[in-house]
């Protein structure tokens, strides 16, 4: 075997057993652009666009009844526009944020998430994919009125 043919030999062996995966970056940090909240049908509610605004029929915000429930299921919209569920992630839990305390409590469910109405009044929910001890995502603020009781 010729000399060059030796370091031609090496440098192939060395360029393909430096590392099992010299391309993709692995991460558990969810890379998401969006937040979409649909109803418990699966119909989608709003979404925010850019992560600046909601969009769609309840972009202006939910409302639920004190006394009542709302079931939801959000997800998030990767890089590459898939839609994720948190449930379906295992370093990753949603977590839900009211603006104001005593208007609403969030329930997470293995397959949606239960908003329950407390007391009427007027609050705005953020939701965060929360990751550790911190979010890989926050949603901008999305009012939610709580009307009082239906008779």
Do not use: Y
Request: hydrophobic share 40%; charged share 25%.
């Amino acid at each position: 075997m010729t000399r060059a043919l030796s370091i031609l030999l090496a440098v192939f062996a060395l360029t393909f057993a430096a590392c099992d995966n010299p391309v993709a970056v692995t991460t558990d940090h969810l890379e998401a652009v969006e937040v979409v909240v649909r109803d418990a049908a699966g119909v989608e509610l709003a979404r925010t666009s850019e992560n600046e605004r909601w969009t769609g029929p309840a972009a202006t915000g939910l409302t639920i009844d004190a006394g009542a429930r709302l079931d939801l299921r959000i997800s998030f919209t990767t890089l590459d526009g898939r839609e994720v569920r948190l449930s379906e992630q295992p370093n990753l839990t949603l977590r839900v944020e009211s603006e104001a305390d005593g208007f609403i409590v969030h329930e997470p469910l293995n397959e949606r998430d239960r908003l329950h109405g407390l007391r009427p009044g007027t609050t705005s929910l953020r939701f965060l994919a929360w990751h550790g001890a911190h979010p890989d995502f926050v949603s901008p603020p999305l009012p939610i009125t709580i009307r009082p009781p239906s008779p």
